[in-house]
């Protein structure tokens, strides 16, 4: 089993793929071998989607990293459901061309956690 950094770092240099309507979803071990290496994500939902709430310590915070989420999703063309209050932000991936997840998921999580490091 190769080390969860080069594994993370392997998909900190992809990008995410055009799925057209009708694409077919990664399978269920696919999903939790990813999710063993990235911090925070889960599939609570059958695997249909992948979660992770982040917590700040205010609201300037919390809408600088809205807003680079935002850009990235832009950058990638792959656009993450965004819930945020004063001092959270949940961040729900899926998608909707494939009615399921696929790898554009898998990336953009590890994005997304790399946006804080
Ligand atoms: C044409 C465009 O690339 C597609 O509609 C993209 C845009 N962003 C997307 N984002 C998500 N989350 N799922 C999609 O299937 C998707 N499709």
Do not use: R
Not at 1 to 23: F, R, T, V, W, Y
Not at 92 to 97: A, I, Q
């Amino acid at each position: 089993m190769s080390n969860p950094n080069a594994l993370i770092q392997e998909l900190l240099n992809q990008h995410c793929e055009d799925m057209p309507k009708g694409s077919k979803s990664i399978i269920i071990p696919t999903i939790e071998s990813n999710l063993s290496i990235l911090d925070g994500w889960d599939a609570p939902l059958n695997y249909a989607n992948i979660v992770k709430t982040f917590t700040f310590k205010n609201y300037h915070q919390t809408i600088a990293f809205v807003n680079a989420v935002t850009w990235l999703a832009n950058k990638e063309d792959h656009h993450p459901k965004i819930c945020f209050d004063y001092n959270s932000c949940e961040i729900t991936l899926t998608t909707h061309n494939a009615k399921g997840l696929t790898m554009n998921d898998i990336i953009m999580a590890a994005k997304i956690n790399a946006l804080l490091d």
